[in-house]
């Protein structure tokens, strides 16, 4: 069953810095995985979306890279804004038709 | 534009009153799907639908119903519910684009069941 995890649970950055979001996977077997942002109590918003045959995806200050092999992707957003802070959900899917498997997602906040 | 509506947005009910969230999608998407989102559990799909008048249990249908009549519809259907539903439930939909399988939000439903 494929497991989804992503660390760290929160983050606290200030304005500025670089951020840089882990998301792992167990079985590597995946069609696709997607990044998403969620502020809290709305719903979720795609960020970016990288095909199992990609090795990156780049739009604007987020880039997100994908290592399948190693069941591992990052999404880093280049010098981070106050309006950056949300919750950022990394899925994946198994097929093109399956479902999402979600992690838990990482909790940002960036301070003035 | 391009966007998944869900109606109510916010529900409060009494435990075994039946109720319905409808969800639209607007892009002629063929795949739709119900999620719900919880504190420490993250989000588990109930139901899905490849298209018209096919659908399948997700990870958590019980005591949940769908129906596919229209592609653009994809109702969720709490027959009886139970303070156990109390959660935020998201409708979604997909399509394939240049990127492959994509898939977009609704704005999500609160519910809360006392």
């Not at chain 1, 709305?42 to 045959?53: A, E, P, V, Y």
């Not at chain 1, 981070?80 to 909790?107: E, H, I, M």
């Not at chain 2, 139901?47 to 949940?64: A, C, I, L, Q, W």
Request: net charge positive.
């Amino acid at each position: 069953k494929q497991e989804v995890t992503q660390i760290p649970a929160a983050l606290s950055v200030p304005e500025g810095e670089n951020l840089v979001l882990n998301c792992s996977f167990t079985d590597s077997a995946i069609y696709n995985l997607q990044w998403f942002r969620q502020d809290p109590g709305k719903g979720l918003t795609s960020l970016l979306l990288i095909q199992s045959s990609q090795r990156e995806q780049t739009s604007g200050r987020l880039n997100a890279s994908l290592d399948k092999s190693s069941g591992r992707s990052t999404l880093y957003i280049a010098a981070s804004q106050p309006g950056d802070s949300a919750t950022y959900l990394c899925a994946v899917r198994p097929n093109s038709w399956g479902k999402l498997q979600f992690g838990a997602g990482t909790q940002v906040v960036v301070t003035p | 534009e391009a966007q998944v509506t869900q109606n109510p947005r916010y529900l409060i009910t009494v435990t075994g009153k039946k109720l319905t969230v409808t969800c639209s999608q607007n892009m002629n998407h063929e795949y739709m799907s119900w999620y719900r989102q919880d504190p420490g559990l993250g989000l588990r799909q109930i139901y899905y639908s490849m298209n018209v008048e096919v659908t399948d249990k997700g990870d958590v249908p019980e005591g949940y119903k769908v129906s596919r009549k229209e592609k653009r519809n994809f109702p969720l259907i709490l027959e009886s519910p139970s303070p156990n539903q109390t959660s935020l439930y998201f409708c979604a939909s997909s399509f394939k684009g240049q990127g492959g399988y994509e898939q977009y939000f609704g704005p999500g439903t609160r519910l809360t069941v006392t």
